[in-house]
């Protein structure tokens, strides 16, 4: 796995990949996207716009002076989902309690 460091129209990016091609003279062609390689509880702004612009990307070839920095991370496995394929909640408790009781005067 690789971690690309670049620019692209004045923002900076950073692309995690399970390939890139150098084999071509003014380009470096990243493959095999993972764009959820860095989940977390928190919610990085910067990331998720980087989710957005290249959700619907399979190979991007990015011009070889655009690229700053080209890292090799270890390979992380998949993080299962909870069953059902959404969110899972859990109920906080203490909370109903609070909801029923009457205010004493």
């Known amino acids: ?21 150098l084999s071509h003279p003014y380009f470096v062609s990243i493959k095999e996207l993972d764009l959820d390689y860095e989940e977390g509880f928190v919610v990085n702004p910067h990331l998720e716009n980087t989710k957005k612009r290249f959700q619907n990307t399979d190979n991007i070839m990015i011009p070889l002076q655009n690229v700053a920095l080209i890292e090799s991370v270890p390979v992380r496995e998949k993080k299962k989902k909870p069953e059902g394929g959404g969110p899972r909640v859990v109920p906080l408790r203490g909370l109903e309690e609070t909801e029923n009781k009457t205010p004493e005067a």
Do not use: S
């Open 1 to 21: 796995m690789f971690k690309v460091h670049f620019q692209l129209k004045g923002e900076e990016y950073e692309l995690v990949a399970g390939d890139l091609d």
